[in-house]
């Protein structure tokens, strides 16, 4: 069972996580990234800097103080004076970060030294752990009994020193064999009164069994910034009295020396320029951190691992799970989550977390996912680029071959040589019947096109190349074909069995197809050039109807093209105000009196001169361009109405003509009656035409439709009666006013057929009480024999041309000036 993308690249992502919390137990473990951790710690630690406690004072044996006290190192006389000023001055403990583990040659320095400490009993000294050698055990150095007797207390000076050399963490107790001795601060603090809490050393000391020197209560020091250190005295100063008291009273004193070359030299987070802190000032750190109360500690061992994973399961699963596009901004979210946490603990909870391991794990993820998913997208578009460009070759709903295989078939044709025998490409365009159901439902309408596609294809059979290149457009490439006869012979079969009825979702469904053909190499070699003047073709059996199967040809290239040019031209002709409006007289048929006129659309182009509305209508009708021209014959010949009214014509009726798209909108009377409302028109003046075959497309509507024509007060007649199909039965459901009998059986009025017919008409017309107009009467006789047959009025060249409104207007006037 092959796995899809989605479930490998879910599988994959679960082992990178399960892989990177792996690694950061490892590494947190083993701390393998302990460096960066201290430089992030380093990076870090200003944020949480306390500010240096005004009790901490230094008396520093600086350099000044080795210029005038002499060579280092001074006797114990020199300390003792200095412990004698500073007990003038009430201190609250002194520190002193000198060993005095020998006795000094003049034993009463020591005795002068040790006086002086019983003397203020707040004297503490220091102990320090001392390996003579590499090979040799740590030992304690402790100040000589005669001193160690006479101070306050003592106290470890034990510098912890990081994996980089640099000091940042310190013991409060720490001692040979088990952590007896507190640190040098505390002891301080504890001589002072001013000691927190901090506990005894974490075991019994009966329970310490272990050799060497023992430390307990591990914290990290927070470091003041570095211009914010404990304010230095020097130690001559001291003995010579020039110190303000108030400087040293109630204050921490620690003495120690500052010049270089004779005292600890400590690396920390808080020296500038990578220069060292002297010992002393080390102890000073100590001890602010314990009155600020400003320790840190360290998490354990197991919570750091603990934290550690969790943060790697929750950044690398995010970065897994987020969209690729993503994944870069999830990261850096990521990274810097990973450094908030552990800024968090060091700032609220003051806890240590060294992050770098979750950090660089995190960091590695992020590429490592990217190619992968990238390798991912890359096969997926491959793939992708597969499917597309197998649905770029075949219709979604059909599944046949589209247009560009077709184009491919056309092209293989261009490389052949000269053939012995012709191929015949043919366009099927399908009329289909569109039932209810199809127009709701698209699905049904698509599934139909299927079954069409099936029927073209068992019609050819499975040798045959059949593609479908739009919605009810196919193609068909018959190859063989000896002549231009047996290319028709083939399309004539193949005509007969696509127009075979057939039944889908209980309908009886009738195709009627339209045909275009065009030969390969007869009408063209290039492969466009010839699905062209296939395409050609068959736009000109679909506007021919009596012509399903159409073979191109130079002529219907050229007639195609004619109507091309028609259609450009027609393009913004109203605009341009190319249309013009005419009149063709109606007079009545028993005084030769002018009562109406029929609106006649005319159309001169620029370009390709007058043309005529036999041609440029059907052209408007099948470019939807007919609803503009109707809106503008109705409004022109409205406010030519108005014209005439404002002449003194107010008698004057005209008739305009409706497309049958215009009929087919059902607000066409409202729309008509507002155009007459505001040109104060009178309804009963206007006249509107529909054809015979218009009516007939759909009864009911047309019903409708007439109704709301008469309900507005406008007549209604039928232009061109009898040359449809309308009974007597139709011509009962219409609420027509008038019928108008078609020029073409004026003209021939003398063929019995036509005689016949029309005095039907005017029977019929007359039992419905209906008036009736004879069209194009251009003679005395055929005028006076409709006069004879009781026809109402006449219309046609022998009264009058059709003549703009303004010649109209002038005719009517002579002809009642006449009367």
Known sequence: MRLSD?????????????????????????????????????????????????????????????????????????????????????????????????????????????????????????????????????????????????????????????????????????????????????????VGEDAGDYGSPSQPLSEYSVAGWVRSHKMMLSFTSADNLAKRISFKDVLEGRVDPELIRGKYV??????????????????????????????????????????????????????????????????????????????????????????FLLLVYKLWFAPATAFILTAIAWPLWTVWQNRMSDRFIEKLIV?????????????????????????????????????????????????????????????????????????VGDDVFVAHLEEDDFAILLSGQSDLASIQQSANALLAQIQTPFHYLDEEIVLSPNMGISVWPM?????????????????????????????????????????????KAMTGALERNEFQLCYQPQVEASSGKIIGAEALLRWHSPDLGPIGPETFIPVAEQSGLINSLGEFVLRKACDDLKLMKEAGLEHIRIAVNLSPLQFANMSLADDIAEILKSSHIEPSRL?????????????????????????????????????????????????????KIDKCFTRDIEDKSSLEITLSVIDLAKRLNLRIIAEGVETDAQAKFFRLHRCDELQGYLFSKPIPAQALIELMKEQAEVA
């Open 687 to 739: 006249e509107l035409e529909v054809t015979e075959s218009t009516l007939m497309r759909n009864m009911n509507t047309a019903v409708e439709a007439m109704m709301n024509i008469k309900k507005h007060g406008m007549s209604l007649a039928i232009d061109d009666f009898g040359t449809g199909y309308s009974s007597l039965k139709h011509l009962q459901l219409f609420p027509l006013d008038c019928l």
């Open 523 to 567: 009408d063209s070699r290039d492969s466009s050039e010839l699905l062209r003047k296939a395409f050609t073709a068959m736009f000109k059996s679909r506007m021919d109807e009596s012509l399903p199967i159409c073979l191109y040809t130079a002529d219907i290239g050229e007639e195609i093209q004619a109507r091309v040019e028609l259609e």
């Open 254 to 343: 620690l003495i120690g020396a500052t010049s270089a070359g004779i005292g600890d030299m400590i690396s920390t987070p808080a020296s500038r320029s990578h220069q060292r802190m002297p010992g002393v000032e080390i102890i000073s750190q100590e001890m602010n951190t314990l009155l600020q109360d400003s320790h840190l500690y360290e998490l354990s061992s197991s919570m750091q691992s603990g934290l550690t994973i969790l943060l790697i399961i929750v950044s690398v699963g995010a970065i897994v799970l987020s969209p690729l596009r993503y994944s870069l901004i999830t990261a850096v979210c990521s990274l810097i989550f990973i450094l908030s946490c552990s800024l």
């Open 387 to 459: 499917q597309l460009d197998a649905q770029a070759r075949q219709h979604i709903i059909t599944g046949l071959p589209n247009h560009i295989t077709l184009q491919e078939e056309l092209y293989k044709l261009g490389t052949l040589d000269q053939p012995a025998k012709l191929t015949a490409l043919i366009i099927i365009h399908v009329n289909k019947h569109e039932s209810a159901i199809s127009v709701i439902h698209r699905a049904i309408g698509d599934s139909l096109l299927v079954v069409i596609a099936d029927r073209i294809k068992a019609a």
């Open 6 to 190: 989605s479930h490998r690249s879910w599988i994959i992502g679960s082992f990178l996580v399960l892989f990177f919390v792996a690694a950061g137990f490892f590494l947190s473990e083993k701390k393998t990234l302990q460096r960066l951790d201290l430089l992030i710690y380093d990076v870090m630690l200003p944020l949480h800097s306390p500010k240096m406690s005004e009790q901490i004072v230094i008396i520093a044996i600086d350099d000044a103080s080795i210029r005038a006290l002499g060579r280092w190192p001074w006797s114990r006389h020199q300390h003792a004076k200095l412990l004698q000023e500073l007990q003038k001055m009430s201190p609250k403990a002194i520190g002193i970060d000198l060993i005095f583990s020998e006795p000094e040659i003049n034993s009463n320095a020591d005795q002068s030294l040790a006086q002086a400490m019983l003397q203020n009993q707040h004297t503490v000294l220091v102990v320090a752990p001392i390996k003579e050698t590499s090979d040799s055990l740590i030992v304690e150095r402790l100040p000589i009994p005669l001193l160690a007797s006479a101070a306050a207390a003592l106290g470890h000076v034990d510098v912890e020193l990081d994996i980089d050399g640099t000091n940042r963490h310190f013991y409060l107790y720490a001692g040979l064999g088990n952590p007896h001795w507190p640190n040098v601060a505390l002891a301080m603090l504890k």
